[in-house]
C-alpha cells in the first residue's frame, strides 16, 4: 500500500469516525438505553438476589462480597448489550442506501466500518464507566493498583473491538432494523451462562463444563483477579486470545460481506 493510498484511507476513516460521532450526539436516545440497562441489572443482583447469591462469596458472606464479585460480569454486559446499537448502526446505512452513494465515491471502504467500530467503542466506555460509577456508590471495594486498572482497561478495549466487529456483521447480514437489533441478544445471553453472576462451581457439571470453556468467563475471571486482587494465572493469556481470534475473524468477514453487499 502506497503512502497516498494510506493517507487517503487514514483520512477517509476519521472523516467517518466523526460522522459516527455526530450521530451519537445526535441521538442520545440511542446511548441512554445502553448505560441505563446495565446499570438496572446490577441494582437487581446486588439488592435483589445479592444477601442469597453472596453467601459464600466470602468472610461477610453478603451483598458487599456479592458486589465485588458480579462487577467484571455487568462490565461484559454493557460491553455486548452496546453491539445493539452497532448492529442498527450499520444495518441503517446498509438499508438506506447511504452505502451504495459511498460506493460511486472515490473512498477507502473499510472506512465506513471503522466509523462504526470506533463509534460504537465511545459508547461503550460511556457505559462501563457509568457502571463502574453505579458500583462504586452501592459499595464495589476494588484493590486494584494502577497498573492493574490499565490491565483491566486493555482488556476490557479488546473485548469491546471483538464484540463489536461481530455486531458490525450482524448489522451487514440483516435485512431489517428489526432483526439487527435482535441479533445482538445472543451476545447479551453469553456472560449470564459463564462465571459472571455465580461461580461455575455451582453450576450442573455439563453447564459448568460450557462455561468454563466459552470466550467471556476467561475476561471475567481476568478483571475479577485484575480489580480485587485475585491471581489471574492463565486466564489472561486466554482471554487476550479469544478477544483477539475474535476480532480477527470477525474483521475479515466483515469486510468481506461489505466488498460483496450490492448495497440494499
Same mark, same amino acid.
Given at each position: !500500500? @502506497?503512502?497516498?493510498?494510506?493517507?487517503?484511507? $487514514?483520512?477517509?476513516?476519521?472523516?467517518?469516525?466523526?460522522? @459516527?460521532?455526530?450521530?451519537?450526539?445526535?441521538?442520545?436516545?440511542?446511548? *441512554?438505553?445502553?448505560?441505563?440497562?446495565?446499570?438496572?441489572?446490577?441494582?437487581?443482583?446486588?439488592?435483589?438476589?445479592?444477601?442469597?447469591?453472596?453467601?459464600?462469596? +466470602?468472610?461477610?458472606?453478603?451483598?458487599?462480597?456479592?458486589?465485588?464479585?458480579?462487577?467484571?460480569?455487568?462490565?461484559?454486559?454493557?460491553?455486548?448489550?452496546?453491539?445493539?446499537? &452497532?448492529? $442498527?448502526?450499520?444495518?441503517?446505512?446498509?438499508?438506506?442506501?447511504?452505502?451504495?452513494?459511498?460506493?460511486?465515491?472515490?473512498?477507502?471502504?473499510?472506512?465506513?466500518?471503522? +466509523?462504526?467500530?470506533?463509534?460504537?467503542?465511545?459508547?461503550?466506555?460511556? @457505559? $462501563?464507566?457509568?457502571?463502574?460509577? *453505579?458500583?462504586?456508590?452501592?459499595?464495589?471495594?476494588?484493590?486494584? &493498583?494502577?497498573?492493574?486498572?490499565?490491565?483491566?482497561?486493555?482488556?476490557?478495549?479488546?473485548? &469491546?473491538? @471483538?464484540?463489536?466487529?461481530?455486531?458490525?456483521?450482524?448489522?451487514? $447480514?440483516?435485512? =431489517?432494523?428489526?432483526?439487527?437489533? =435482535?441479533?445482538?441478544?445472543?451476545?447479551?445471553?453469553?456472560?449470564?451462562?459463564?462465571?459472571?453472576?455465580?461461580?461455575?462451581?455451582?453450576?450442573?457439571?455439563?453447564?459448568?463444563?460450557?462455561?468454563? =470453556?466459552?470466550?467471556?468467563?476467561?475476561? !471475567?475471571?481476568?478483571?475479577?483477579?485484575?480489580?480485587?486482587?485475585?491471581?489471574?494465572?492463565?486466564?489472561?493469556?486466554?482471554?487476550?486470545?479469544?478477544?483477539?481470534?475474535?476480532?480477527?475473524?470477525?474483521?475479515?468477514?466483515?469486510?468481506?460481506?461489505?466488498?460483496?453487499?450490492?448495497?440494499?
Amino acid at each position: !500500500m @502506497s503512502t497516498t493510498t494510506i493517507q487517503n484511507a $487514514v483520512t477517509d476513516s476519521t472523516m467517518m469516525v466523526r460522522r @459516527s460521532l455526530k450521530h451519537i450526539l445526535r441521538y442520545p436516545s440511542m446511548t *441512554v438505553p445502553l448505560v441505563i440497562g446495565p446499570i438496572v441489572f446490577l441494582l437487581l443482583f446486588v439488592y435483589v438476589f445479592g444477601g442469597t447469591l453472596g453467601a459464600g462469596l +466470602g468472610k461477610s458472606g453478603g451483598r458487599g462480597d456479592y458486589v465485588n464479585y458480579v462487577t467484571p460480569g455487568v462490565l461484559l454486559l454493557a460491553v455486548t448489550s452496546a453491539a445493539t446499537a &452497532t448492529a $442498527v448502526a450499520v444495518c441503517t446505512d446498509m438499508t438506506q442506501g447511504i452505502v451504495a452513494r459511498f460506493r460511486t465515491m472515490s473512498i477507502f471502504r473499510p472506512a465506513l466500518l471503522a +466509523g462504526h467500530v470506533v463509534g460504537s467503542m465511545v459508547q461503550t466506555f460511556i @457505559s $462501563v464507566a457509568a457502571v463502574l460509577g *453505579v458500583a462504586f456508590a452501592v459499595g464495589f471495594r476494588p484493590s486494584a &493498583t494502577p497498573l492493574e486498572w490499565l490491565g483491566a482497561a486493555g482488556i476490557l478495549a479488546l473485548l &469491546t473491538l @471483538s464484540i463489536t466487529w461481530i455486531a458490525v456483521i450482524m448489522g451487514l $447480514v440483516s435485512e =431489517n432494523v428489526e432483526m439487527a437489533s =435482535n441479533l445482538p441478544m445472543l451476545l447479551m445471553i453469553l456472560p449470564f451462562f459463564g462465571s459472571g453472576f455465580v461461580p461455575t462451581d455451582s453450576m450442573p457439571s455439563w453447564l459448568a463444563w460450557i462455561a468454563r =470453556n466459552q470466550p467471556f468467563t476467561p475476561v !471475567m475471571e481476568t478483571l475479577r483477579g485484575l480489580m480485587l486482587g485475585h491471581p489471574v494465572g492463565h486466564q489472561a493469556l486466554l482471554a487476550v486470545a479469544w478477544c483477539l481470534a475474535i476480532a480477527a475473524a470477525a474483521f475479515w468477514g466483515a469486510t468481506a460481506l461489505l466488498k460483496r453487499e450490492p448495497g440494499r
